[in-house]
């Protein structure tokens, strides 16, 4: 069975601190997509780094970066220079490639950027 | 070009009474989602459909719950007869093909609250 694992329930950090969401996930197969979703208060499901498992070189988006470790099946989001529009619930996730519509969600962890 | 629209935003029953959450995909898109998200945990998969069709229920409840996707219109959740165990938020999603694997785009949720 697949399932995606974020040990990490809360966190919180300064204002322009660098932070690291963990996340491992656990599959047989090999053609993935991996995933972090940024939910605010408003709820909203916004997508913040895609990951395709072929690929080995780490995602990035702005602030946002991925470290990638498939053989471990560990996917971290690391956000740098947090600002207080980043808190919010954060939610890994993974896709098999012949499905896109079975997502496989971790718990989220809630991350509390501070003034 | 709007988003996935869901309405209501709230929605509060009380037990035995009948709600029905409705979800419009973004402009283009013939393939919804539905998921349900508990008190901290992700989202689980309910229900995937295309424009008439139901394609993957797996993840729906077998009794007093049903999806439909008319050929005109939102999609339609409807959940007969709630029970207090039915609290939780429930997204939409929708996505313009169901084989690209291209992310898919939420709405705001709908947040069922039953009294």
């Known amino acids: 069975a697949q399932t995606v694992t974020q040990s990490q329930p809360e966190m919180s950090v300064q204002e322009a601190e660098t932070v690291t969401l963990s996340c491992t996930y656990d599959?047989?197969?090999?053609?993935?997509?991996l995933f972090w979703y940024k939910q605010p208060p408003s709820r909203q499901m916004i997508l913040v780094i895609r990951?395709?498992?072929?690929k080995q070189q780490n995602a990035t988006e702005n602030r946002f970066s991925v470290n990638f470790q498939k053989a471990a099946k560990s996917f971290s989001l690391k956000i740098s220079d947090s600002q207080l529009g980043d808190t919010a619930m954060y939610f890994c996730?993974?896709?098999?490639?012949?499905?896109?519509?079975?997502?496989?969600w971790g718990a989220g962890t809630k991350l509390i950027i501070k003034p | 070009n709007a988003g996935v629209m869901q309405n209501p935003r709230h929605l509060v029953r009380r037990r035995g009474q009948e709600a029905r959450l409705r979800c419009s995909p973004m402009?283009?898109?013939?393939?919804v989602y539905w998921y349900r998200q508990l008190p901290e945990e992700g989202l689980k998969f309910m229900v995937y459909?295309?424009?008439?069709?139901?394609?993957?229920e797996s993840g729906m409840p077998k009794e007093r719950f049903s999806a439909e996707f008319p050929k005109e219109g939102p999609s339609i959740l409807r959940i007969q007869q709630v029970v207090r165990g039915d609290s939780a938020a429930y997204f939409c999603?929708?996505?313009?093909?169901?084989?690209?694997?291209?992310?898919?785009?939420f709405g705001n949720g709908t947040r069922l609250t039953v009294t």
């Open positions: 599959t047989s197969e090999n053609n993935y997509y």
């Open positions: 996730a993974f896709i098999l490639m012949d499905s896109n519509y079975q997502l496989i």
């Open positions: 990951q395709e498992a072929y």
């Open positions: 402009k283009g898109h013939s393939h």
């Open positions: 459909l295309q424009k008439e069709n139901i394609i993957d």
């Open positions: 999603a929708s996505s313009r093909r169901g084989t690209d694997n291209s992310p898919l785009h």
